[in-house]
């Protein structure tokens, strides 16, 4: 991060409400927080003068930030079929060696460039804990935590933790493979490391906790996880019908689809976040809904690994909260996954649009852009998100001579960022009232971040011959 925090901006154009409003004063406190929004104001003397339209930042709300190192590397096939089963199997070749200090700098150079590319908080999603053999790192079994930590706050993105409870291989398995040595934790493990990273107060930090899935934690351990949570107003993550291979075991094995198990078993509520969600009725659609849980999109991760559409008109009709996931970190910044989760829709109900909603909310980017916006505070675990009072002052500022929004009227600078913009069109993203770092290749700070990633590469993957 770099700089002090004003105590007021100013934009000539920014997002409010779910429209654009001009000439908008934006004021701050000393913590970093929004106090007052004022439009058709003047600029004020003292306040600093923003050069572009204002938008809201949005949470990541699903990232493996380990899984950064992978990306490239496992685009070939070499056998008769290739899928979600077969990368995971290549992606463990990370998991199993990677350290806390190659972590924390491969997450450097990912939470950079999750911040470029439009996220200002990221909700990582961790279930690698252990050291290469499966014990506990000495002195603190949450190193790997901790790295992820000060990689955050050395970047200046906001940061919720999710510890995994990772305890089954498969629905019928009653432990986990040697080659998921690294994950393996309980109810009791999760509560607690919970605990204490909430209890360590780092800035812009703060933690949450997870369940891998249904096929990794079982009944048993759901319930034993909910006994420990209690009423605590913490997010609960879990990937829940990513595959088809996923749905069909569940059903083998409960009787029922995933969600129709997870909604009917275990009463999950609006602390619950349901990543991927991709193979759904609409019986379960209906069951989220009336649930209040939330689901978590990732169509970059999705697309690359060949998982499947959601139903993303079912998701939006029902009115469930939604937010988006870079999860295997193919993709890095929201623009692009927002393109990814229309175009994907367009291309297989062969209609254009798909996410908007005539007589309401006509513009396809704006109406999805609006619903991750009021669904990224939930599933990190903040009580509000965006440009409103309470809410931390994290923004970006657009380009707006960048070639997509170049001439574009004000009314489609949204529907430019997303269908029309190659590259950034960003030009500024604000965390908490300070600028944050971006990568230009120049930048001292950012030449560190890229130099430690490239050395943590090399050390990974020297002896990589696929």
């Known amino acids: 991060m770099s700089g002090g925090t004003p105590q007021a901006f100013w934009a000539p154009l920014a997002w409010l409400d779910g429209g654009w409003q001009s000439q908008v004063l934006m004021e701050l406190d000393g913590r970093g927080h929004w106090t007052r929004f004022s439009a058709a104001q003047a600029a004020p003397a003292g306040v600093r003068v923003l050069d572009g339209p204002v938008i809201p930042s949005l949470v990541n709300a699903h990232s493996h930030a380990f899984q950064r190192a992978f990306a490239g590397l496992s685009e070939r096939r070499e056998s008769a079929s290739d899928d979600f089963w077969s990368w995971r199997e290549r992606m463990y070749g990370v998991a199993l060696r990677i350290t806390p200090a190659q972590l924390k700098a491969v997450a450097r150079q990912l939470y950079a460039e999750l911040l470029a590319g ?189 998982d499947g559409l959601c139903d993303l008109p079912g998701w939006l009709a029902a009115e469930v909260p939604l937010s988006l996931g870079s999860d295997s970190q193919v993709t890095r910044g929201w623009v692009e996954e927002l393109r990814w989760l229309e175009y994907g829709q367009r291309l297989g109900l062969q209609q254009r649009n798909v996410g908007a909603e005539p007589g309401r909310q006509p513009a396809t980017a704006a109406r999805l852009f609006e619903r991750m916006l009021q669904g990224s505070a939930a599933p ?73 990633f490239e050395e943590a590469m090399w050390a990974l993957w020297r002896d990589f011959t696929a």
């Open 118 to 306: 439009g996220y200002t908080q990221v909700c990582e999603f961790h279930y690698l804990h252990h050291a290469e053999d499966g014990s506990a790192y000495p002195g603190d079994g949450l190193a790997m935590s901790w790295a992820l930590a000060e990689a955050a706050q050395e970047v200046g993105i906001g940061l919720t933790l999710l510890p995994v409870l990772y305890a089954h291989a498969g629905f019928a398995q009653p432990a986990l493979r040697p080659d998921q040595r690294r994950f393996a934790t309980d109810a009791d493990w999760v509560w607690n490391a919970c605990q204490r990273i909430n209890a360590a107060g780092l800035p812009l930090v703060n933690a949450g906790v997870a369940l891998h899935s249904l096929r990794a934690a079982h009944a048993a351990d759901i319930q034993a996880l909910q006994r420990l949570v209690g009423e605590a107003p913490v997010p609960i993550h879990i990937h829940i019908s990513e595959q088809q291979a996923e749905v069909r075991d569940c059903l083998a094995s409960t009787g029922q689809r995933p969600m129709a198990h997870l909604c009917s078993q275990f009463s999950p509520d609006a602390r619950w976040h349901l990543v991927h969600a991709t193979h759904s009725t609409a019986d379960e659609i209906q069951a989220v809904a009336a649930s209040g849980a939330s689901v978590v999109i990732c169509p970059g991760t999705e697309a690359n690994l060949g």
């Open 380 to 452: 990190a675990g903040l009580p509000s998100w965006g440009l409103k009072p309470g809410a931390r002052a994290d923004f970006l500022v657009l380009d707006a001579q960048s070639d997509g929004l170049l001439g574009l009227p004000a009314g489609h600078l949204l529907d430019g960022l997303v269908f029309a913009s190659a590259g950034s069109a960003l030009s500024q993203v604000w965390v908490a009232g300070r600028q944050g770092l971006t990568l230009p290749r120049t930048a001292a700070g950012a030449a560190s971040v890229r130099s430690a």
